[in-house]
T-cell receptor, first 116, second 112 residues
Framework: SAVISQKPSRDICQRGTSLTIQCQVD?????MFWYRQQPGQSLTLIAT?????????ESGFVIDKFPISRPNLTFSTLTVSNMSPEDSSIYLC?????????????FGPGTRLTVT | GNSVTQMEGPVTLSEEAFLTINCTYT??????LFWYVQYPGEGLQLLLK?????DKGSNKGFEATYRKETTSFHLEKGSVQVSDSAVYFC???????????FGTGTRLTVIP
Protein backbone atom coordinates (compact mmCIF):
# COMPACT_ATOMS: atom_id res chain seq x y z
CA SER A 1 0.00 0.00 0.00
CA ALA A 2 0.96 3.68 0.02
CA VAL A 3 0.50 6.57 2.42
CA ILE A 4 -0.80 9.65 0.65
CA SER A 5 -1.20 13.14 2.09
CA GLN A 6 -2.91 16.16 0.61
CA LYS A 7 -2.73 19.86 1.36
CA PRO A 8 -4.84 21.74 2.12
CA SER A 9 -7.46 19.47 3.66
CA ARG A 10 -10.12 22.10 2.99
CA ASP A 11 -10.43 25.66 1.78
CA ILE A 12 -13.03 28.29 1.08
CA CYS A 13 -12.20 30.44 -1.94
CA GLN A 14 -13.74 33.33 -3.80
CA ARG A 15 -14.87 32.95 -7.38
CA GLY A 16 -12.31 33.95 -9.96
CA THR A 17 -9.33 32.89 -7.84
CA SER A 18 -7.17 29.77 -8.16
CA LEU A 19 -6.18 27.09 -5.67
CA THR A 20 -3.29 24.65 -5.89
CA ILE A 21 -3.67 21.29 -4.16
CA GLN A 22 -0.62 19.25 -3.27
CA CYS A 23 -0.35 15.47 -3.14
CA GLN A 24 2.60 13.70 -1.52
CA VAL A 25 3.23 9.94 -1.56
CA ASP A 26 5.55 8.07 0.79
CA UNK A 27 7.13 6.04 -2.02
CA UNK A 28 7.96 6.42 -5.69
CA UNK A 29 5.01 5.56 -7.91
CA UNK A 30 4.59 5.69 -11.65
CA UNK A 31 0.85 6.19 -11.88
CA MET A 32 -0.85 9.05 -10.09
CA PHE A 33 -4.36 10.36 -10.69
CA TRP A 34 -6.63 13.25 -9.77
CA TYR A 35 -10.35 12.74 -9.14
CA ARG A 36 -13.26 15.03 -8.36
CA GLN A 37 -16.19 14.13 -6.12
CA GLN A 38 -19.00 16.64 -6.47
CA PRO A 39 -21.54 16.94 -3.67
CA GLY A 40 -23.73 13.86 -3.49
CA GLN A 41 -22.10 12.34 -6.55
CA SER A 42 -19.52 9.74 -7.35
CA LEU A 43 -15.86 10.14 -8.18
CA THR A 44 -14.85 11.25 -11.66
CA LEU A 45 -11.34 11.01 -13.05
CA ILE A 46 -9.93 14.40 -14.03
CA ALA A 47 -6.54 13.35 -15.36
CA THR A 48 -3.55 11.08 -15.08
CA UNK A 49 -0.47 12.92 -13.83
CA UNK A 50 2.54 11.80 -15.85
CA UNK A 51 6.03 12.32 -14.51
CA UNK A 52 8.13 14.33 -16.93
CA UNK A 53 5.36 15.02 -19.43
CA UNK A 54 1.97 16.65 -19.72
CA UNK A 55 -0.96 15.18 -17.87
CA UNK A 56 -3.53 13.14 -19.76
CA UNK A 57 -6.99 14.66 -19.33
CA GLU A 58 -10.35 12.91 -19.46
CA SER A 59 -13.21 14.11 -21.58
CA GLY A 60 -14.68 17.29 -20.16
CA PHE A 61 -11.51 18.43 -18.38
CA VAL A 62 -8.89 20.76 -19.88
CA ILE A 63 -5.41 21.83 -18.96
CA ASP A 64 -6.25 25.54 -18.79
CA LYS A 65 -8.81 24.90 -16.07
CA PHE A 66 -6.97 22.12 -14.19
CA PRO A 67 -3.22 22.44 -14.75
CA ILE A 68 -1.27 19.59 -13.21
CA SER A 69 2.39 19.28 -12.33
CA ARG A 70 4.31 16.08 -11.64
CA PRO A 71 7.92 17.05 -10.99
CA ASN A 72 8.94 13.67 -9.55
CA LEU A 73 7.62 10.22 -8.65
CA THR A 74 6.38 11.18 -5.18
CA PHE A 75 4.63 14.51 -5.72
CA SER A 76 1.97 16.17 -7.82
CA THR A 77 -0.13 19.33 -7.77
CA LEU A 78 -3.55 20.12 -9.20
CA THR A 79 -4.60 23.73 -9.68
CA VAL A 80 -8.25 24.69 -9.96
CA SER A 81 -8.18 27.91 -11.98
CA ASN A 82 -10.62 30.79 -12.24
CA MET A 83 -12.95 29.07 -9.81
CA SER A 84 -16.73 29.23 -9.86
CA PRO A 85 -19.24 27.76 -7.36
CA GLU A 86 -19.61 24.76 -9.67
CA ASP A 87 -16.03 23.79 -8.78
CA SER A 88 -17.05 23.17 -5.18
CA SER A 89 -16.07 19.53 -4.71
CA ILE A 90 -13.75 17.16 -2.96
CA TYR A 91 -10.56 16.68 -4.95
CA LEU A 92 -8.66 13.45 -4.41
CA CYS A 93 -5.35 12.16 -5.63
CA UNK A 94 -4.63 8.48 -5.96
CA UNK A 95 -1.81 6.16 -6.94
CA UNK A 96 -1.96 2.78 -8.64
CA UNK A 97 0.23 -0.03 -7.37
CA UNK A 98 0.53 -3.56 -8.72
CA UNK A 99 -1.53 -6.00 -6.70
CA UNK A 100 -2.59 -9.57 -7.21
CA UNK A 101 -3.77 -9.89 -10.82
CA UNK A 102 -4.59 -6.20 -11.14
CA UNK A 103 -3.50 -2.73 -10.17
CA UNK A 104 -4.97 -1.34 -6.96
CA UNK A 105 -5.59 2.34 -6.39
CA UNK A 106 -4.93 4.05 -3.07
CA PHE A 107 -6.43 7.44 -2.30
CA GLY A 108 -5.42 10.50 -0.37
CA PRO A 109 -7.78 11.99 2.25
CA GLY A 110 -9.09 14.58 -0.19
CA THR A 111 -9.28 18.37 -0.31
CA ARG A 112 -12.72 19.85 0.31
CA LEU A 113 -13.10 23.01 -1.74
CA THR A 114 -15.94 25.47 -1.36
CA VAL A 115 -16.19 28.35 -3.82
CA THR A 116 -18.31 31.34 -2.82
CA GLY B 1 -18.92 2.01 -22.36
CA ASN B 2 -18.13 1.31 -18.73
CA SER B 3 -20.48 2.14 -15.91
CA VAL B 4 -21.41 1.04 -12.41
CA THR B 5 -24.91 1.16 -10.95
CA GLN B 6 -25.15 1.01 -7.22
CA MET B 7 -28.01 0.63 -4.80
CA GLU B 8 -29.16 4.01 -3.62
CA GLY B 9 -29.02 4.85 0.02
CA PRO B 10 -28.99 5.79 2.65
CA VAL B 11 -29.23 2.42 4.36
CA THR B 12 -29.89 2.23 8.09
CA LEU B 13 -29.51 -1.07 9.92
CA SER B 14 -29.46 -2.24 13.49
CA GLU B 15 -26.30 -3.77 14.86
CA GLU B 16 -25.90 -7.47 13.92
CA ALA B 17 -28.26 -7.17 10.96
CA PHE B 18 -27.43 -8.65 7.56
CA LEU B 19 -26.17 -6.22 4.94
CA THR B 20 -26.51 -6.32 1.17
CA ILE B 21 -25.52 -3.43 -1.07
CA ASN B 22 -26.30 -4.15 -4.71
CA CYS B 23 -23.89 -3.31 -7.52
CA THR B 24 -24.22 -4.07 -11.23
CA TYR B 25 -21.88 -3.06 -13.98
CA THR B 26 -21.54 -2.55 -17.70
CA UNK B 27 -18.17 -3.11 -19.32
CA UNK B 28 -16.83 -3.66 -22.81
CA UNK B 29 -14.22 -6.20 -21.75
CA UNK B 30 -13.35 -8.22 -18.68
CA UNK B 31 -13.09 -5.80 -15.79
CA UNK B 32 -11.68 -6.08 -12.32
CA LEU B 33 -14.23 -5.17 -9.66
CA PHE B 34 -13.68 -3.36 -6.37
CA TRP B 35 -15.45 -2.16 -3.26
CA TYR B 36 -14.07 0.94 -1.57
CA VAL B 37 -15.14 2.30 1.81
CA GLN B 38 -14.99 5.89 3.04
CA TYR B 39 -15.27 6.25 6.81
CA PRO B 40 -16.39 9.64 8.18
CA GLY B 41 -13.66 12.24 7.73
CA GLU B 42 -11.30 9.83 5.98
CA GLY B 43 -10.22 9.01 2.44
CA LEU B 44 -11.28 6.06 0.34
CA GLN B 45 -9.88 2.68 1.33
CA LEU B 46 -9.84 -0.44 -0.78
CA LEU B 47 -12.11 -2.95 0.97
CA LEU B 48 -11.99 -5.92 -1.38
CA LYS B 49 -11.63 -6.87 -5.02
CA UNK B 50 -12.20 -9.66 -7.55
CA UNK B 51 -10.46 -9.96 -10.87
CA UNK B 52 -12.34 -12.70 -12.74
CA UNK B 53 -15.69 -14.42 -12.90
CA UNK B 54 -16.72 -16.41 -9.80
CA ASP B 55 -13.91 -14.90 -7.72
CA LYS B 56 -14.97 -13.93 -4.20
CA GLY B 57 -13.31 -10.97 -2.56
CA SER B 58 -13.42 -10.78 1.23
CA ASN B 59 -12.13 -8.55 4.00
CA LYS B 60 -13.24 -7.56 7.51
CA GLY B 61 -16.26 -9.87 7.30
CA PHE B 62 -17.43 -8.33 4.01
CA GLU B 63 -17.76 -10.47 0.88
CA ALA B 64 -18.60 -9.92 -2.77
CA THR B 65 -18.71 -12.45 -5.61
CA TYR B 66 -17.96 -11.53 -9.23
CA ARG B 67 -21.03 -12.77 -11.16
CA LYS B 68 -20.46 -12.46 -14.87
CA GLU B 69 -23.84 -13.93 -15.82
CA THR B 70 -25.69 -11.21 -13.91
CA THR B 71 -22.92 -8.57 -14.24
CA SER B 72 -23.09 -8.04 -10.49
CA PHE B 73 -20.77 -7.64 -7.52
CA HIS B 74 -23.06 -7.28 -4.50
CA LEU B 75 -21.47 -6.49 -1.13
CA GLU B 76 -22.60 -8.56 1.86
CA LYS B 77 -21.87 -8.86 5.54
CA GLY B 78 -23.56 -11.25 7.90
CA SER B 79 -23.55 -9.07 11.01
CA VAL B 80 -22.83 -5.37 10.81
CA GLN B 81 -21.33 -3.29 13.57
CA VAL B 82 -21.63 0.39 14.43
CA SER B 83 -18.04 0.80 13.22
CA ASP B 84 -19.15 -0.25 9.71
CA SER B 85 -21.00 3.04 9.30
CA ALA B 86 -19.47 4.59 6.18
CA VAL B 87 -20.03 5.25 2.49
CA TYR B 88 -19.40 2.25 0.24
CA PHE B 89 -18.41 2.60 -3.42
CA CYS B 90 -18.46 -0.09 -6.07
CA UNK B 91 -15.94 0.40 -8.88
CA UNK B 92 -14.50 -1.30 -11.94
CA UNK B 93 -11.39 -1.05 -14.07
CA UNK B 94 -10.76 -2.59 -17.44
CA UNK B 95 -7.87 -5.02 -17.73
CA UNK B 96 -4.75 -3.14 -18.62
CA UNK B 97 -6.32 0.24 -17.87
CA UNK B 98 -5.91 2.27 -14.73
CA UNK B 99 -9.06 4.35 -14.82
CA UNK B 100 -11.55 3.45 -12.12
CA UNK B 101 -15.27 3.87 -12.82
CA PHE B 102 -17.22 4.42 -9.61
CA GLY B 103 -20.80 3.94 -8.59
CA THR B 104 -22.58 6.75 -6.78
CA GLY B 105 -21.86 5.39 -3.31
CA THR B 106 -24.18 4.04 -0.63
CA ARG B 107 -24.20 5.53 2.84
CA LEU B 108 -24.62 2.92 5.57
CA THR B 109 -25.54 3.84 9.12
CA VAL B 110 -25.56 1.14 11.78
CA ILE B 111 -27.39 1.95 14.98
CA PRO B 112 -26.81 0.19 18.32
Amino acid sequence: SAVISQKPSRDICQRGTSLTIQCQVDSQVTMMFWYRQQPGQSLTLIATANQGSEATYESGFVIDKFPISRPNLTFSTLTVSNMSPEDSSIYLCSVALPGQATYEQYFGPGTRLTVT
Amino acid sequence: GNSVTQMEGPVTLSEEAFLTINCTYTATGYPSLFWYVQYPGEGLQLLLKATKADDKGSNKGFEATYRKETTSFHLEKGSVQVSDSAVYFCALSERGANNLFFGTGTRLTVIP
